[in-house]
């Protein structure tokens, strides 16, 4: 019989316990993960069921249809670059390599972030369509902070909305060019901090996220699509994952749809002239708007454009910056990646740089672009 000395039968239990203590806490883990999905689908149910309750038995109020004819437009305007940015996603989870995507970016946080910034420019996709390429991509291993920098330039940094903006401003083209350099700007700088501030993956991405991500109905897990399946199975496999996240993502659209929806139908255009009696407390104004209204950011120029007899350029610009990285039903969207903190962090980031973008545009073009 072998001799165990008690220094190593203490060694074996001190093990034994460590490993049942961490058994225990993934176990706990998941059981209040599991709690707080349900949670949440509840609230979302009860939303859903009110929101429809207020259009079924309130549909013939003039308030009321207004609401409705917001809520649709909204909605409508969103749903087309959704399901692109969903078949995007899609056909990144199915056709890229994680390998090849991961050697395509530049080595360095600095240089990945900037270069996934710059994305956008062969995305024309608004902020909606954005969130599941992102999703996507972290189930991939894409840095967090490179994720984020795409996530919040992709809507900004892309010819679509250089060409709206330039058109919204009577073909002004360097307010587009501004917007479209500021943007990026704040898209690395709010990358690069989120990556300093949340150094662990684990903090920003939420656990449901990239679960999903590597998982599929096709059965294959996190197993490279293009080495088990026929080229007609790997068509079909695209449209399945475009479909999760269609779905998955699709319900907080018209959750933060019908809020947006509220406020524009509460708050009077009018109200804003005398709000915005001053630089600074338009650009508060303003940039409070971006968030509420949830215009899509291949729209928002026409919008801002429209208050340019109200508020000063910088407010204007503060309006057209924001609303793309910040809105109502993004941060309903935002629940399907990041955790809380992790988005409240990314919120109070963007607000604080808009906000002093803006004010410092007002100092440098107080009467706007020429």
């Known amino acids: 019989m072998k001799n165990i000395s008690p220094c190593g039968l203490e060694g074996k239990v001190r093990r034994s316990i460590s490993g049942q203590y961490r058994r225990k806490q993934k176990t706990v883990s998941a059981t209040s993960q599991s709690a707080r999905t349900e949670n949440r689908t509840v609230v979302e149910i009860l939303f859903l069921i009110g929101m429809f309750a207020i259009f079924l038995f309130g549909h013939q109020q003039p308030s009321v249809r207004n609401l409705i004819t917001v809520f649709a437009g909204i909605v409508l305007e969103a749903l087309p670059f959704m399901l692109l940015g969903a078949l995007a996603g899609g056909l990144i989870e199915v056709y890229v390599s994680r390998d090849k995507l991961l050697d395509r970016l530049p080595a360095g946080q600095w240089k990945g972030v900037m270069a996934a910034a710059a994305l956008g420019m062969l995305c024309p996709v608004c902020e909606c369509a954005v969130i ?3 999703r996507r991509l972290l189930g991939k291993g894409v840095p967090v902070p490179a994720a984020i920098a795409f996530l919040l330039g992709a809507p900004l ?16 083209l360097p307010v587009a060019l501004l917007r479209l350099i500021v943007g990026y700007g704040i898209a690395v700088t709010t990358a ?4 300093k501030f949340f150094p662990e ?19 294959c897990g996190h197993i490279d699509h293009l080495h088990i399946h026929t080229t007609r199975q790997r068509f079909l496999n695209a449209f399945r994952h475009a479909s999760d996240d269609f779905v998955d993502v699709g319900q907080f659209l018209v959750m933060g749809a019908f809020v947006a929806a509220l406020f524009q139908t509460v708050i009077p255009r009018g109200s804003l002239s005398q709000l915005a009696a001053t630089p600074g407390l338009a650009v508060v104004v303003m940039m409070g708007l971006a968030v509420l209204l949830n215009i899509c950011s291949e729209a928002d120029a026409f919008i801002a454009a429209s208050f340019r007899n109200i508020v000063p350029f910088s407010a204007q610009m503060a309006f057209m910056l924001l609303g793309p990285m910040l809105d109502l039903k993004l941060v309903f969207m935002f629940t399907t990646v990041f955790r809380r903190k992790a988005i409240a962090a990314l919120a109070l980031i963007l607000v604080a740089a808009v906000w ?6 007002q100092q440098i073009l107080p009467g706007g672009l020429p």
């Open 157 to 172: 940094v892309n010819p679509v909305v250089g060409v709206s903006t330039a058109a919204a401003y009577s073909f002004t």
């Open 356 to 361: 002093l973008t803006s004010l410092g545009l």
């Open 201 to 219: 993956r684990e903090a920003l991405v939420e656990t449901g996220a990239k679960k999903h991500s590597h998982s599929c109905g096709c059965g």
């Open 192 to 195: 690069l901090l989120m990556g």
């Open 132 to 134: 599941p390429v992102v």
